[in-house]
């Protein structure tokens, strides 16, 4: 059991080395198999995304057209709802 946690671990740190080679690129299925493997992309990636925190998009493609990108900034969207640091300030 110990050898295959510290495999899959070694395999999270391939893909995050690989992912943050490429900041901000889409990156097809393809390019992550060369990340960490042909089929463990996948789980590696949620991985990345829930234990390690790592800001992962998916572009809502299926097959071909599927891609994820790695960033490691806050995007420069942000929730309407939600005023924006200092606004509220702004209006009193």
């Known amino acids: 059991m110990k050898a295959e946690l510290a495999r899959r671990v070694s395999l999270c740190d ?27 992309w996948r789980t590696r990636l949620s991985d990345l995304s829930k234990k390690r925190r ?21 995007p420069v969207g942000r929730d309407p709802s939600r005023p924006a640091s200092g606004q509220a300030e702004l209006f009193r």
Not at 14 to 35: C, V, Y
């Open 14 to 40: 391939r893909l995050e080395g690989f992912l943050k080679a490429h900041p901000g690129e889409w990156l097809t299925m393809q390019e992550l198999r060369l990340g960490c493997g042909a089929e463990s």
């Open 54 to 74: 790592m800001r992962i998009e998916w572009n809502g493609q299926n097959g071909v057209e599927s891609r994820h990108r790695y960033l490691p900034w806050e």
